[in-house]
């Protein structure tokens, strides 16, 4: 195992929650007057927090979101993600196989706590993270494609930055990991190889990812 410390991204990675939050996001932004597609929130939004969204709007448009915008979005997120979020197909198994070998693993997500817990109770992965962790873009002062949630992950895991690896699915995740100077293989699943560009390595399916970790 050439890693001491495997970094899961969550959106996308460990739950599938991207089609849904985004599907939220673009009707959202549509109904308040910025039409947005759902390839559009991927494109700008996909990995990101949701300040994002309030940067991107303001400078497009030199228009304010509503004060109330981010616990709306929440809302019709976590309520969709009741209905409708699941696990990624495998990520259990390569989960099983990280406790097996004793190989200590985390999530660092764009994604609010609540989100993330949201979305763990529905889909059963509450039983594989617990608080020690699960690291958040609230976490830290600057999200992703900054590399300040990857080195606050692993100086709270005790792992040097060179020793860990990153598994994300985001363009913004893949600048994050590369900038906090740790390996990182993108999950093509969902985006495309040359939209994870510089990252470590690709694979577009969870069975593939034991063998590349060396499990």
Same mark, same amino acid.
């Given at each position: ?74 809302? @019709?997120?976590?309520? &969709?993600?009741?209905?409708? !979020?699941? $696990?990624? =197909? ?6 099983? *196989?990280? +406790? ?41 002062? @600057?999200?992703?494609? &900054?590399?300040?949630?990857? !080195?606050? $992950?692993? =100086? ?6 060179? *020793?860990? +690896? ?50």
């Amino acid at each position: 195992m050439r890693y001491e410390l495997v970094v899961f991204d969550n959106d996308g990675v460990l739950v599938d929650s991207e089609p849904v939050a985004n599907t939220i996001l673009a009707g959202y932004l549509t109904e308040l007057g910025h039409p947005t597609s759902y390839e559009d929130s991927l494109r700008d939004y996909m990995g990101a927090a949701v300040h994002r969204v309030h940067d991107l709007i303001g400078e497009r448009t030199g228009q304010r979101l509503p004060a109330d915008f981010d616990e709306t979005l929440h809302a @019709r997120t976590f309520a &969709a993600f009741e209905r409708e !979020l699941e $696990a990624v =197909a495998g990520v259990t198994d390569v989960l099983k *196989r990280l +406790v097996a070998q004793d190989v200590a693993y985390c999530l660092a997500s764009s994604g609010s706590h609540r989100r993330i817990r949201v979305g763990h109770r529905k889909t059963g992965l509450d039983a594989w993270f617990r608080d020690e962790n699960i690291f958040s873009a609230e976490d830290v002062g @600057r999200g992703k494609p &900054a590399p300040d949630l990857f !080195l606050h $992950a692993a =100086a709270r895991m005790g792992v040097a930055p060179e *020793r860990c +690896v990153v598994v994300e699915d985001s363009r913004l995740g893949v600048q994050a990991a590369l900038a906090a100077g740790m390996d990182v293989y993108g999950f093509t699943a969902m985006t495309p190889e040359e939209k994870l560009v510089g990252a470590t390595g690709y694979f577009d399916s969870m069975a593939e990812l034991p063998a590349i970790l060396g499990l």
